[in-house]
């Protein structure tokens, strides 16, 4: 029998390496960048055409590369960054493994002019599928250009699974980001398809924030710095009340390099544990300095993940860092005994003789079961008390009341709308509205409690379900059209959903970089709604429902929607909202449904409610 162990051509090695390092466009855009960082660029300009598909092209002024290093940075583990393997554990630089640009060339058609700003002629290489197409100097400018064309060209496979352009752009920006984020001394520009997306000029860390996402950041923004002998931390935090429903801006490096660790974001989550509902994530741009000896970042090929020699103790630093940063700026109640040193020079102080104390007086003949009434006296008792007498009785019996009561079993939660004898009609007009979150109705079974949120919610997401599939959805026009700029990501993927959100009943349309005017709304949604708020919690809702979820893009646009569209827990209803209500809930595919899976209708029959009294 012949041996079957072959050793693989060197062309397949590269094309199975390549596939690890280089996922999708923005894996090459991020190692491109990376390396032009460590040639020490202070100016990196990223063109890409149809989402980095067709082109991928950086230009730096870095250091450049030699004749001879300019063919050499295309072989396997090829670098200039380490000597020994004790050099993994002192690593300041963003690459190391010497395996990208081999990667690329593996996969794509690569033209690289690069030159040296001691040289007078640069060097030209042409490489396609790992071979050498042609080598030989060029006049250039000094500094390094890579143009990266039709990746994945000689693996159709995976560029078969490549996504649509809007989204592989947008994964492209968020590379883009999480680099210019991490170095804002060094002026970025990022176009695509011959629209300038980002124009970033060297700045302080705050402004390249705000000109990353947006003038409103302005005002998000905490500036958090902490020392200790294990790590440095600084960075800003986002105030509370703009916590968002997603993760997306949410930044963590360290020594510049951008991580992903769930267990450093739940020590800031901690931080905001009793600032922010449970469903909201707070923004932070937060850089850890620490001695490249007690981290290992050779974990994972995106070098996204690192090892920690004491992580308990980097938790415990950046959770109370956060709290302290969120207390010194007046975000969290604090008690500050110094402060009211500050008032000595105020207050006049009162000689012992001034000082008159209070006089009390009393009603002798006062009889507190007296049922008579004189002016001047305290309020007479009678049967039953006065109304807020009354009512203070009956909250304290509510208190108690509630601390005896159970809740209901499982098989007493579920009713059956299709039920002839249970089906309640608007007409009935027994309907009444309880702590402005419930709506109660008498049925002949018992009774049934209705979530007025939940049951709004659902009418909605049916009615604009309806409409993204038959494109029929109403307008009304606003009397002042609004102007919104959005983060590139945001404005990226609002193009992508234009369609879907006119179909809607929204009226929008570009109006220059990263903007759009609305100029019209969903009918169904009040004259009185703030327009700028209401799209930007729509594409918020979207993403966490899309992403997170994993849902259709229709269902996940519905259902955010609703969300921002449905009456609130605590509305007051009149007696027609109820009765339209429940008319449009029973007309519902699913009334008995919510958004979030549970139930919207809970009965309670007149024998499990007589038990109450009986025990």
Known sequence: MSDIIQLLPDSVANQIAAGEVVQRPASAVKELIENSIDAGASTIRLVVKDAGKSLIQLIDDGCGMSLTDARMCFERHATSKIRKAGDLFSIRTMG????????????????????????ELGTSVIIEGSEIVNHEPVMCPAGTSTCVKNLFYNTPG???????????????????????LAHPEIHFTFHSDGSEVFHLPKSTLKQRIVHVFGNSYNQKLVPLQEETSIISVSGYIGKPEFAKKTRGEQFFFVNKRF??????????LNAYRELLPADSYPLYVLFIEIDPSHIDINVHPTKTEIKYQDDKAIYAIIRSSVKRSLGQYNITPTIDFDQETGFNGMITPIKEEDIVPP???????????????SSGSAEAYVPGGSYKQRSQRWDSLYEIL????????????????????ERVSASDGQFFQLHNRLILSPIKS???????????????????????????????QSLFPQTVTLPPSDFELVKELMSDITALGFQIREFGKNTFIIEGIPAEISLNVNEIGMLEQLIEGFKYDFSELKLQKRDALARSM????????????????MNSLIDELFACQKPNLSLSGKPVIVKYSIE?????FEK
């Open 96 to 119: 190391f493994r010497g395996e990208a640009m081999a990667s690329i060339a593996a996969i794509a058609q690569v033209e690289l002019k690069t030159r040296r700003h001691e040289d």
């Open 158 to 180: 995976r560029r078969n699974f490549l996504k649509s352009n809007p989204v592989e752009l947008r994964h492209i920006i968020d590379e883009f980001q999480r680099v210019a």
């Open 259 to 268: 991580i992903k660790d769930p267990y450093l974001n739940n020590a800031i």
């Open 359 to 373: 006089q009390i007086s009393f009603n002798p003949s006062f009889n507190p079961f007296s049922n008579n009434s």
């Open 402 to 421: 509630e601390g005896q009561r159970e809740e209901p079993r499982q098989a007493e939660l579920s009713i059956s709308v299709e039920d002839n004898d």
């Open 446 to 476: 018992g009774i049934m409690l209705i979530d007025q949120q939940a049951a709004h919610e659902r009418i909605l997401y049916e009615r604009f379900l309806e409409q993204l599939e038959t494109h029929q959805g109403l307008s009304q």
């Open 562 to 577: 609703a969300r921002n569209s449905a009456i609130k827990a605590g509305s007051s209803l009149s007696q027609e909202e």
């Open 608 to 612: 499990t409610l007589l038990q109450k």
